[in-house]
């Protein structure tokens, strides 16, 4: 995958097509990019907050209006259980089962840096980066440092 001014291209295993034409809207800016590893959605951090691309066009998901503080997200996670993982610079991390929303911080085990990434391993764990607290691995119910 990789980002050109004219759009997002995506390899199919035997040639590059076009997943996103970006002339529609100049004014936004795509910092980061992931495709999610339940529903192959391609995420997208914007200028304008998080978007998911769907049919050609980058949109809002309906999931993530449902979501209480609206932080601005700077990494995001599908994991291999089709639940959304976001980043937001309020610290933390916030997690989508596809029913609500839980915010891990101090008060459940986690922590309050910001985290710059997040990994999934073969085991389905899930690894936090933070900047600030080191990494942190998530095991389904808990987390470890």
């Not at 997002?8 to 035997?14: A, H, P, S």
């Not at 495709?35 to 978007?51: A, R």
Request: one cysteine or more; glycine letters at 10%; charged letters at 20%.
């Amino acid at each position: 995958m990789f980002r050109y001014p004219e759009g997002i291209y995506v390899w199919n295993g035997q040639s590059w097509h076009q997943e996103l034409d970006t002339h529609t809207d100049r004014q936004m800016v795509i910092y980061k990019m992931a495709f999610g590893s339940f529903y192959g959605t391609l995420y997208c951090i914007t200028s304008q907050g998080l978007k998911i691309v769907d049919k050609g066009k980058l949109i809002s998901p309906e999931w993530w209006k449902t979501q209480s503080h609206k932080s601005f997200p700077t990494s995001v996670l599908e994991d291999s259980k089709g639940n959304i993982w976001v980043a937001g610079n309020d610290g933390g991390a916030w997690a989508y089962d596809k029913k609500q929303w839980i915010h891990y911080t101090y008060e459940n085990g986690f922590s309050n840096e910001t985290v710059t990434a997040f990994y999934e391993d073969t085991e389905g764990n899930i690894w936090l980066a933070t900047n600030g607290s080191g990494m942190f691995r998530f095991a389904g119910n808990s987390f470890t440092y």
